[in-house]
């Protein structure tokens, strides 16, 4: 499957902002979905993901309780809803898919990568 995220931007400490990944292919719906980022100078790093049954999704410790991962798979499209956003959520985010129910927080797992969209928080 093709990935393409976007909707990133510049938002201030307490923003929202909603990314959006755009995948291509007929079997996106059996996919499990993720959300990665990768802050300058520091490794990647898992967000959250979300099974093809969007269930029980997995979060980053980070990131519980202000970021919502969800999928419509009509659209084909996976999202992250960011709230209450804080300068250390800057970073590039990717959005990532693999085969399989387990929405896995280790990179290793995912085969197909989406280009990355830049979100950057002020103070």
């Known amino acids: 499957v093709q990935l393409q995220a976007s909707g990133g931007g510049l938002a201030q400490a307490g923003d929202s902002l909603r990314l959006s990944c755009a995948a291509s292919?007929?079997?996106?719906?059996?996919?499990?979905m993720g959300w990665f980022r990768q802050a300058p100078g520091k490794e990647r790093e898992f967000v959250a993901a979300v099974s093809w049954s969007d269930i029980s999704p997995n979060y980053a410790e980070a990131v519980k309780g202000r970021f919502i991962i969800s999928r419509d798979n009509a659209k084909n499209t996976v999202y992250l809803q960011m709230n209450s956003v804080k300068p250390e959520d800057t970073a590039v985010y990717f959005c990532?898919?693999?085969?399989?129910?387990?929405?896995?927080?280790?990179?290793?797992?995912?085969?197909?990568w989406g280009q990355g969209t830049l979100v950057t928080v002020s103070s």
């Open positions: 292919g007929r079997t996106f719906s059996r996919y499990t």
């Open positions: 990532a898919g693999k085969v399989g129910a387990l929405p896995e927080s280790s990179g290793l797992f995912y085969a197909d």
